[in-house]
């Protein structure tokens, strides 16, 4: 659910930053669990992958940007690097703002994703990062 | 940073120089990358079409870098249950194919005991030939129960 207006450039920044409507987003128990069985993370009660958030950036309010920004059809993104930082741990069964930053690089080609999660009341949760590689190729199609 | 309360570190507070693992994850067979797939929404086809990792010069799909990734938490919690993880950055520097595990290994380059108990880790993954192919860095916050606060 979009919270926010269109998105827009950040402002100051001689690089393109495109800022998504920050989304509410859920860590719904039962997609933490299967998230838990196929990363092989111990079940402990209430416990959410630090990792977990990186699936909020398939979400149909956000990856459609993500596809564009790529380049569409004949670019491959490969993951190149990532990170998280929490100042504070999610709960589970929890909802949480989701607010997305993209940055598309020319030379090399790149794309940088900077993801914020905070609490419904405006407390930074932590933060993400995602750089992936962009590389043309003959066959296929970009994700 | 996390948020935690403060008490004085366990006598067994990792020092600088503990090493951790390796500890092995995997193989990741093709049908785990689908249901990966499927929970993360990371359907990207080079992962889970051989004729795009083909075309990518690969001789099979590759392992999400994110499910690898997202090994490193609970190796780390298998190392100590009385941490939290509150950073983890990582850089990808090769494939590991379908059907390939990874170990992982680390080094505690840092270790503070105020004013809390931090440790700052080297994280490395390898794959099956030893070679490099996930080099991270963890900042682990000693875990503070309720009930010791």
């Known amino acids: 659910m979009a919270v926010g207006g269109l998105a827009k450039a950040r402002e100051g920044e001689a690089a393109a930053w495109l800022r ?5 987003v859920r860590t719904e128990a039962a997609a933490v669990a299967k998230f838990l ?3 092989g993370a111990p079940a402990i009660e209430g ?3 630090l990792t977990f958030p990186f699936c909020w950036l398939t979400l149909p309010a956000i990856r459609p940007m993500i596809r564009e920004m790529i380049g569409g059809d004949g670019v491959l993104p490969v993951h190149e690097a990532q990170s998280f930082v929490y100042e504070r741990r999610l709960e589970i069964d929890s909802d949480y703002v989701f607010a997305v930053e993209l940055r598309r690089e020319a030379n090399p080609p790149r794309l940088t994703l900077d993801a914020a999660v905070s609490t419904l009341q405006g407390e930074i949760c932590g933060r993400l990062e995602t750089v992936l590689r962009l590389f043309p190729i003959a066959f296929g199609s970009a994700p | 940073m996390m948020q935690t309360q403060s008490p004085p570190a366990p006598a067994d507070w990792p020092k600088t120089g503990e090493e951790i693992g390796p500890l092995g ?3 990741f067979e093709r049908e785990q990358l689908a249901r990966y797939a499927a929970v993360s929404g990371d359907d ?3 992962h889970l079409d051989a004729r795009v990792a083909t075309a990518a010069g690969l001789a099979a799909p590759p392992v999400h870098g994110m499910l690898m990734l997202s090994c490193f938490e609970p190796a780390l919690l298998g190392w100590r249950r009385d941490i939290i993880v509150s950073r983890l950055s990582a850089k990808f520097l ?6 390939q595990g990874i170990s992982i290994s680390g080094r505690v380059v840092r270790s503070n005991l105020a004013p809390r108990p931090e440790l700052v880790l080297r994280l490395t993954a390898r794959g099956p030939d030893r070679e490099l192919v996930i080099v991270a860095e963890a900042t682990l916050l000693q875990l503070v129960s309720s009930a010791s606060s």
């Open chain 1, 20 to 24: 998504l409507p920050p989304i509410i």
């Open chain 1, 37 to 39: 069985r196929e990363t």
């Open chain 1, 47 to 49: 416990f959410v992958p």
């Open chain 2, 25 to 27: 994850f995997g193989p």
């Open chain 2, 44 to 46: 990207n086809p080079l």
């Open chain 2, 94 to 99: 090769r494939p590991v194919l379908a059907g």
